[in-house]
């Protein structure tokens, strides 16, 4: 089974090795529900990444423990941010988020 090296915005020198599928079913939903002009928080994010899985069939089993989604929700919003594919809200609690503009995903 392949996996992605996924960084950590907050921990520039620490990866963490994903499953590449659960990875790109993840990154698929979060950057679809994402806005690009307004601010979405993490748990609104969380709600329909769950809602998006549910849409899609996406079977219960390659999720099964509970918190996994969130856990891959977390691991792959680190991850995006990294990477330049979404940003936080400065100086905003609690964590909101949205696509950066240069994304076209």
Same mark, same amino acid.
């Given at each position: 089974m392949t996996?992605?090296?996924?960084?950590?915005?907050?921990?520039?020198?620490?990866?963490?090795n994903l499953k590449a599928d659960k990875y790109h079913i993840i990154r698929e939903a979060m950057l679809g529900a994402l806005p690009l002009d307004d601010w979405m928080s993490f748990s609104t994010l969380e709600e329909r990444v769950r809602a998006c899985?549910?849409? @899609?069939?996406? #079977?219960?089993? *390659?999720?099964?423990?509970?918190?996994?989604?969130?856990?891959?929700?977390k691991a792959v919003q680190l991850d995006l941010e990294a990477r330049g594919e979404?940003?936080?809200?400065? @100086?905003?609690? #609690?964590?909101? *988020?949205?696509?950066?503009r240069g994304d076209r995903a």
């Open positions: 996996s992605i090296s996924a960084r950590n915005v907050n921990h520039p020198d620490h990866r963490e899985l549910e849409e @899609k069939d996406v #079977p219960k089993s *390659l999720f099964p423990k509970p918190g996994s989604v969130r856990w891959y929700c979404i940003e936080r809200q400065p @100086k905003q609690s #609690p964590l909101r *988020l949205r696509r950066c």
